[in-house]
């Protein structure tokens, strides 16, 4: 009988590590896309890809809505508009109640990052607030993907989605695809609900705008920090 091929050794090969690891030190939040188009073929080969993400008893918890085309203008258009009339919004699920500690502090040196890059002064309210608005035109991204969940699967559900999101750009950066993730959009969940006819048993976990990278921008010019396994890692040995 022909025994099954071992392909354990194949997956750990340096050639396959070496470009996993490449790939994602090379993914970053794209915050300056150029406004061409992926083509549709691009496209789907990153959803093949990001299907194969683990998920709590193989549920597949997500399901995305996805423009082009003047699908996405018209969407950038009417999700401004609807930022004007109502900045506060709402959410499906909760944001978090607070950044504390060392999560306070990695989310604000992103923040001063960005804004250094932009040359926008501490401490310049009206300059946050007008990078804050390029969340909402999707960064100038030729499309936008809206992830949602089964809203029964609860906080599982958005766990799944969560490591979908994560597979997609690190797929989509191996195609030369860039992407961001955006929780601002969540913030608006009713006015996502009604424009892209999204039932009341899906919950909007966020959005992820993608296209292909601005390298010319200053928004794209920096790279965030990541911390050490020493200080996300509790080894126990006994």
């Not at 009206?126 to 100038?140: M, S, T, W």
């Amino acid at each position: 009988m022909d025994s099954a091929p071992d392909r354990s050794a194949e997956a750990a090969t340096p050639d396959r590590a070496t470009f996993v690891e490449a790939t994602l030190k090379d993914r970053f939040s794209c915050r300056a896309f150029r406004p061409e188009p992926v083509p549709r073929a691009i496209i789907e080969r990153i959803l093949t890809m990001a299907q194969r993400s683990a998920s709590w008893c193989n549920s597949q918890a997500w399901q995305l809505h996805i423009t082009e085309g003047a699908a996405t203008e018209r969407f950038r258009q009417a999700l401004l508009a609807q930022v004007a009339a109502h900045p506060d919004g709402d959410w499906d699920i909760e944001p978090p109640r607070e950044y504390r500690g060392i999560y306070r502090e990695r989310r604000r040196e992103c923040g001063f990052q960005l804004y250094d890059a932009l040359r926008i002064t501490r401490g310049d309210h009206d300059g946050y607030a007008r990078q804050g608005l390029q969340n909402f035109r999707l960064f100038g991204a030729p499309h936008v993907a809206i992830v949602t969940s089964d809203e029964a699967l609860g906080p599982y559900g958005a766990v799944d989605c969560g490591a979908y999101v994560a597979t997609f750009m690190v797929a989509a950066q191996s195609c030369g695809v860039a992407t961001i993730a955006q929780a601002a959009l969540a913030r608006q969940s009713s006015f996502l609900h009604r424009f892209f006819g999204i039932g009341a048993d899906r919950l909007v976990v966020c959005g992820i705008s993608f296209g292909i990278a601005d390298e010319t921008h200053k928004a794209n010019s920096f790279r965030t920090s990541r911390a050490s396994i020493d200080n996300t890692v509790d080894w126990k040995t006994e």
